[in-house]
């Protein structure tokens, strides 16, 4: 199976940057999204990225603050989270899928473990 590392997360006061990596195990073209999830609540979509990098799709919620990229030749994708708010704290998932029929994804075959992210007031 394909394998999925985040890493970057941690505590950051509101306003504040992170940047969120996920290695894959072997180089592919794989669409690549992040979802969050925060205590009590269900899994979010947060930004998906297309096998080339020419594609993006932001969910609403982040949309002007966070930037998904990837480095095809590293297998890694990233999410730039700028101007973060207290409601972007969760557990924050890579996931990606093998081929889509749909722009953007309707679902993903492989997961992360997930990074934790928690954004202070």
């Known amino acids: 199976q394909v394998q999925l590392v985040e890493s970057g997360g941690g505590l950051v006061q509101t306003g504040g940057s992170l940047r969120l990596s996920c290695a894959a195990s072997?180089?592919?073209?794989?669409?690549m999204a992040w979802f969050r999830q925060a205590p009590g609540k269900e899994r979010e979509f947060v930004a998906v990225?297309?096998?080339?990098?020419?594609?993006?799709y932001y969910a609403d919620s982040v949309k002007g603050r966070f930037t998904m990229s990837r480095d095809n030749a590293k297998n890694t994708v990233y999410l730039q989270m700028n101007s973060l708010k207290p409601e972007d704290t969760a557990v924050y998932y890579c996931?990606?899928?093998?081929?889509?029929?749909?722009?953007?994804?309707?679902?993903?075959?492989?997961w992360g473990q997930g990074t934790q992210v928690t954004v202070s007031s």
């Open positions: 990225i297309s096998g080339s990098g020419t594609n993006t």
């Open positions: 996931a990606a899928v093998s081929y889509a029929s749909t722009w953007p994804p309707y679902r993903y075959d492989y």
């Open positions: 072997g180089r592919n073209n794989y669409g």
